[in-house]
């Protein structure tokens, strides 16, 4: 289920800044607050569907900037979706990912545990979109590209997802 809330400014203001210090988007951290709220812990399953939910999300909001030539929020949501749909893999291992450096140990164990070395390549070109949001110095051509790859990606872990 999707919800849509409306808060008031200072709330919302708290849960940017818990966000980006706690390294999670403002979606997991409600998720999180709803499940301590409601004593209603959240399975693997559960945690990993919210992730993968969360990663089709910014896919789409992804191509919605890439139609208005905003390649730099189009990266930046890029960068989300991929980033979530390793940690919906990891989720359903009852793993949980809270920072860039276990994104990228996470998504070497999985290129070895199989053997799929594109997967470290679509996972670069989601690292190059994640830096272009903050330095907005990739041309157009090369951030479509990049996303491309980023679709590749999610794909082969939504596979790996759906597989275990």
């Known amino acids: 289920m999707v919800v849509s809330l409306i808060l008031p400014k200072s709330i919302e203001r708290r849960l940017r800044e818990e966000s980006r210090r706690l390294g999670v988007t403002c979606e997991e951290l409600v998720v999180e607050a709803l499940s301590k709220f409601l004593n209603e812990p959240i399975d693997p399953q559960s945690r990993a ?29 890029a ?3 991929a980033s979530q749909m390793v940690k919906a893999v990891a989720a359903k291992e009852g793993r949980e990912i809270r920072s860039h450096r276990e994104l990228h140990e996470y998504l070497s164990s999985i290129v070895e545990r ?17 830096r272009n949001f903050y330095e907005a110095w990739l041309p157009p051509e090369l951030v479509k590209g990049y996303i491309r790859d980023v679709k590749e990606l999610i794909g082969k872990l939504r596979k790996l997802l759906e597989s275990e």
Do not use: N, P
């Open 79 to 81: 960068w989300g979706a």
């Open 114 to 130: 199989t053997g799929d070395i594109e997967l470290r390549r679509t996972w670069s070109a989601a690292g190059e979109l994640h």
């Open 49 to 77: 569907e919210v992730h993968s939910t969360l990663s089709e999300k910014f896919m789409r909001d992804a191509e919605e900037f890439l139609k208005r030539c905003d390649y730099v929020q189009a990266s930046e949501k």
